[in-house]
């Protein structure tokens, strides 16, 4: 069964370095999120991004984060100057189309960033 | 955004039926109701959706009642394997790109033996 990736499954990084967190989505899948888990805390969405472009973020998407997708597989998150309190399990996910019904994502099993 | 609220916590014992309820009472016509499940350092899982009645698929049950101002998540005959937070989000059709998933803090379903 297709599996949307991540690596690296742990990132330890020191406050205000830059870190890239990748993922590979499911490969026929056309949206792709981000999402972030602060510990004991509630499942958050970062990002949407659809046809090259973002098309939904949130207030906790601001300018010190960035998304790609560089090639035809992988979508990156990118945080450039990281914070304590970027600390958090982040997850990708994916979702096959739009249009009828309310589509099923599928999500990464995450990387875990911690910020020293 | 349609408001959901479900039980911080449940427990239950192997082999047991569990029903997690979820109200929303401000539900939209094109909201749709979805569960997902998420275990420990996993991200979350879809269970299973639904618009109106029931709906059942090889994990779970949805009831809906005709005034779509709750909605009940059945899990038949658990096992240990099934303790997990179980989230009920509400969400209204895709008409475009985006489509994000807004998570409450769920329902911690422990099994027990």
């Known amino acids: 069964e297709p599996e949307v990736t991540q690596t690296p499954s742990h990132q330890v990084t020191q406050m205000g370095q830059e870190v890239i967190l990748r993922c590979v989505p499911i490969?026929?899948?056309?949206?792709f999120y981000w999402y972030r888990q602060i510990l004991g805390q509630k499942v958050e969405f970062l990002v949407s991004?659809?046809?090259?472009?973002?098309?939904?973020k949130s207030e906790i998407f601001d300018d010190q984060f960035s998304v790609e997708r560089p090639d035809g597989s992988n979508f990156t998150l990118k945080i450039r100057s990281t914070k304590l309190e970027d600390s958090a399990m982040y997850f990708c996910?994916?979702?096959?189309?739009?249009?009828?019904?309310?589509?099923?994502?599928?999500f990464g099993p995450g990387t875990r960033l911690t910020v020293l | 955004l349609a408001k959901t609220t479900q039980p911080i916590s449940m427990d239950s014992y192997e082999g047991q039926e569990v029903n997690i309820t979820c109200s929303h009472n401000?539900?939209?016509?094109?909201?749709?109701i979805t569960w997902y499940q998420q275990f420990p350092s996993q991200g979350p899982r879809f269970i299973i959706q639904g618009y109106k009645t029931k709906v059942t698929n090889e994990v779970a049950s949805l009831f809906i009642p005709a005034d779509r101002k709750s909605s009940t998540l059945s899990l038949p005959r658990v096992s240990l394997s099934d303790t997990a937070v179980y989230y009920c989000l509400v969400g209204d059709r895709v008409t475009g790109g985006g489509n994000k998933l807004t998570f409450g803090t769920g329902t911690q379903l422990k099994v027990e033996l």
């Open positions: 490969s026929n899948h056309l949206y």
């Open positions: 996910a994916s979702r096959l189309s739009s249009g009828g019904t309310y589509n099923e994502q599928f």
């Open positions: 401000n539900i939209a016509t094109n909201d749709y």
């Open positions: 991004f659809y046809n090259n472009e973002i098309s939904e």
